[in-house]
């Protein structure tokens, strides 16, 4: 083998080894937001979901309130943006919730522990309606809890 070859199979090597990282990171945050999705009792979708070049993996979850749930489609209604990220160090799996910081390690088949996670972003979302929000206009579709990526 050259040492070209030997060079391109290290690149293979490596490359796979980041894809295989990365698709482990996207189903544990697909199975993390489905389960959140139940905790909650409504749809929680995923969206801005970027790596940095660490592997670290950026998104944000929105959660759709209404003033009246049994007719969303006649009152109110507003989008609560969450900023989460997700790194995977040995065999768990860090979320931290921004801007709070607020980190919690996890393993793919401890699901009882995800409630601590959802119920901090249960308890951080209710915070905000309930201390003193002041822009409830019909024109603020959507409250930002988190940061934008």
């Known amino acids: ?21 990365m698709q482990m990171r996207q189903d544990f945050v697909d199975s993390f937001v489905r389960k959140m999705s139940d905790y909650f009792q409504c749809p929680v979708e995923k969206t801005d979901v970027s790596f940095d070049e660490r592997g670290i993996m ?9 003033e009246n749930p049994s007719q ?6 507003e989008i609560v943006n969450v ?3 997700l790194d995977k160090i040995l065999d768990n799996y860090v979320v931290v919730i921004l801007p709070w910081g ?18 901090f ?8 309606y309930t201390s003193g929000i002041t822009d409830l206009s019909p024109e603020n579709k959507t409250r930002n809890l988190g940061w934008e990526f």
């Open 102 to 119: 607020k980190e919690f390690k996890l393993f793919w088949d401890e699901f009882n522990k995800f409630e601590e996670v959802y119920e």
């Open 1 to 21: 083998m050259s040492k070209f070859e030997e060079l391109c199979q290290a690149y293979a090597a490596a490359r796979k080894d980041y894809l295989e990282s």
């Open 72 to 77: 969303p489609e006649k009152f109110a209604s």
């Open 83 to 85: 900023s989460l990220t």
């Open 58 to 66: 950026y998104f944000s979850i929105l959660i759709t309130l209404y």
């Open 121 to 128: 972003i249960f308890e951080k979302i209710k915070e905000a």
